[in-house]
């Protein structure tokens, strides 16, 4: 009865661990980039950021179709991008106005 018991609880605290592992959270809201300051404005604050982990210029040679939206949030979701979500809503903005998806 002690084996039965003992395995039990093992069992119990082995699925109580695995339950937390397949949890995920919801993306980083980016919103629309409407209503945004100028290029001017916002390309120091994507430089900056955006630099921290690549070259600027990768932003220029982008040729992908996915939108500028899905990827910085992607940044700051996956990758830990420091962009609060007004920041992030700026840069959007900066990169569809100067790298428009073709």
Same mark, same amino acid.
């Given at each position: 009865?002690?084996?039965?018991t003992?395995?039990?609880?093992?069992?119990?605290? +082995?699925?109580?661990?695995?339950?937390?592992?397949?949890?995920?959270?919801?993306?980083?809201?980016?919103?629309?980039?409407? /209503?945004?300051?100028? !290029?001017?404005? !916002?390309?120091? +604050?994507?430089?900056?950021?955006?630099?921290?982990?690549?070259a600027?210029?990768?932003a220029?040679q982008?040729?992908?179709?996915?939108?500028?939206?899905?990827?910085?949030?992607?940044?700051?979701?996956k990758?830990?991008?420091?962009?609060? /979500?007004?920041?992030? !809503?700026?840069?959007?903005?900066?990169?569809?106005k !100067?790298?428009?998806?073709?």
């Open positions: 009865m002690l084996e039965k003992t395995c039990l609880t093992l069992m119990s605290i +082995l699925f109580l661990g695995l339950c937390g592992c397949g949890k995920t959270t919801d993306p980083a809201p980016v919103a629309p980039a409407n /209503a945004v300051a100028s !290029t001017e404005d !916002t390309k120091p +604050l994507f430089e900056q950021s955006c630099s921290k982990c690549h600027n210029s990768r220029e982008y040729s992908g179709k996915e939108p500028w939206k899905d990827i910085v949030a992607r940044m700051i979701d990758h830990g991008a420091k962009v609060s /979500a007004d920041d992030a !809503t700026r840069i959007v903005a900066h990169l569809d !100067t790298y428009p998806q073709k």
